[in-house]
């Protein structure tokens, strides 16, 4: 299975652009899309899903035009909008009951699924609960689980573990994580942990551009040997920032522990770090031509 993109734009007013001159491919495991808000995120994975048409260029689903042929994608994908909506007064079943029935599953092979669904999701206990009663990190759950029903080839979430707590977002990172074998994931978010936990490769998105795509190795690669952590005084973060890319700082009764990107260590006491996926993020947007 091969999923490309080759030079998508979308135009939404005069002089706005969503992306522009975007080109991807995918193939099968889990593929992260990370960006700041307002980074073409959503923009892409409306189009990539055929609910947004775009304005110059196109993608390619096995090498059928997917603008000018939508139901060859619509026939393999499950879709998690960021935006989910349930009906309150069914129950969980019910609702995939319904979901199925909208995709053409028959009766047998729908109540395999949905028993399958719900078990990996972690949501066995509450079946026979109605909807409006649920958390919502198990209505997310719920979002992968209709996602699913159909066993896509091609799987898209849209930033699915925004306000969830810690716990819930680990549920669901697992949940995706045990979802990638041959089949194509497009997680976009910009939770940086999110993707790091569960990506094979990642698409890094910033004013509408893609920045890099590359393995989450090759990006931690690229800063590892110039992150260091130092402990310097409040007047000190200032001048810092204006030479290093500063990546965290941490208030302490001794200090400011600060976490940064450069070429040189900023203090003789500066100790050289593991590089981490947010660490390569942060230098990658800031230096997005050295990618």
Same mark, same amino acid.
Not at 139 to 168: C, H, S, Y
Not at 227 to 255: K, P
């Given at each position: ?220 690669? #690229? ?17 810092? #920032? ?50």
């Amino acid at each position: 299975m091969k999923l490309s993109v080759e030079n998508i734009g979308k135009q939404y007013g005069e002089g706005t652009w969503g992306i522009r001159d975007v080109s991807l491919d995918f193939e099968d495991g889990i593929h992260g899309l990370l960006g700041p808000n307002g980074a073409g995120k959503s923009t892409l994975m409306g189009i990539l899903s055929t609910v947004v048409t775009p304005t110059t260029g196109t993608a390619y689903w096995n090498g059928t035009d997917i603008v000018e042929s939508p139901e060859v994608v619509r026939s393999v994908l499950g879709y998690l909008p960021q935006e989910f909506g349930v009906y309150p007064d069914l129950t969980l079943e019910e609702f995939l009951e319904y979901v199925a029935a909208l995709r053409g599953l028959d009766s047998e092979t729908a109540s395999a699924r949905i028993d399958e669904m719900i078990t990996l999701t972690n949501l066995v206990d509450v079946r026979k609960r109605k909807l409006k009663t649920f958390s919502g990190g198990m209505k997310q759950r719920v979002g992968i689980a209709q996602a699913l029903l159909n066993d896509p080839d091609l799987l898209i979430v849209d930033e699915p573990t925004v306000g969830l707590d810690p716990e819930e977002r680990v549920r669901l990172r697992s949940a995706l994580s045990n979802t990638a074998t041959d089949r194509i994931v497009l997680l976009s978010t910009h939770i940086v942990p999110d993707v790091e936990a569960t990506a094979n490769k990642l698409a890094i998105l910033e004013d509408g551009r893609l920045v890099t795509h590359s393995a989450v190795e090759q990006l931690i690669e #690229r800063v590892s040997g110039r992150v260091y952590e130092c402990l310097v005084s409040q007047s000190e973060v200032t001048d810092l #920032r204006e030479h290093y890319q500063v990546c965290s700082t941490v208030q302490r009764s001794d200090g400011v522990k600060v976490r940064l990107i450069g070429e040189t260590p900023p203090t003789d006491a500066a100790e050289c770090v593991p590089a981490t996926l947010e660490d390569a993020y942060l230098d990658a947007v800031d230096h997005p031509t050295e990618v």
